[in-house]
């Protein structure tokens, strides 16, 4: 944008006026904007975090509505620092599910043309959380088995035939205790994480 530049530029970049919503906004100086001009020329090695804030947990998306400019022919990546995974926003939203609360360090957008080779763009993610209505698995392949473990490593839950893409396991009595649960999906790929539940 003419005028403006990678720090704050009055008249050019607008703060949240909100902030008791869920919203999505580029994080600068430790500050959430709504609106961030940036410098030309462009530069593709920029990256700008982008801040989350989450009322419920669930699943959600990021998505490009549109584009035009330099954006018709630039490459707009999402990069969860979470579960590193690099997603062309270009090609499809970027499906993820969250715990509530703000997210200031999670995601980044990045324009590099071509990503290093410890930068993948993963076709494939697992998330794992708990809330009112238990175990939430969701996963951008199909889930085969799930299987919980408590912290003594017994089974207390298991299904070799889910078939599905997102699952719940009501099933386990609620006790705010820590549970192990282990994800295999339709390729083979394990993910185990540590829920309270």
């Known amino acids: 944008m003419e005028g ?10 607008g703060k949240i006026l909100d902030d008791t919503k869920p919203m999505i906004y580029s994080v600068l100086n430790n500050e959430a904007y709504v609106i961030q001009g940036k410098a030309l020329p462009f530069n593709d090695e920029d990256i700008v975090p982008v801040g989350l804030k989450v009322l419920e947990a669930g699943n959600y998306n990021i998505a490009i509505e549109t584009f035009d400019g330099l954006f018709d022919t630039q490459n707009v990546y999402l990069k969860d620092n979470q579960l590193n995974i690099i997603h062309d926003l270009k090609q499809s939203p970027y499906d993820f599910t969250s715990a509530a609360g703000v997210f200031e360090n999670r995601f980044e957008l990045v324009y590099k043309s071509t990503l290093s080779q410890d930068e993948v763009i993963a076709e494939n993610h697992v998330s794992i959380y708990s809330n009112e209505q238990g175990i939430q698995v969701s996963s951008s392949k199909t889930i085969q088995e799930v299987v919980i473990y408590d912290v003594l490593g017994r089974v207390l839950y298991q299904d ?12 386990i009595l609620k ?7 282990k994800v295999k999906d339709n390729n083979g790929v394990v993910k185990t994480e540590k829920v309270i539940y």
């Open 4 to 13: 403006a530049t990678s720090a704050v530029d009055l008249a050019i970049d």
């Open 175 to 181: 006790a705010n205790q820590a549970l192990i649960v």
């Open 160 to 171: 070799y035939t889910i078939n599905k893409e997102n699952f719940t396991i009501q099933s």
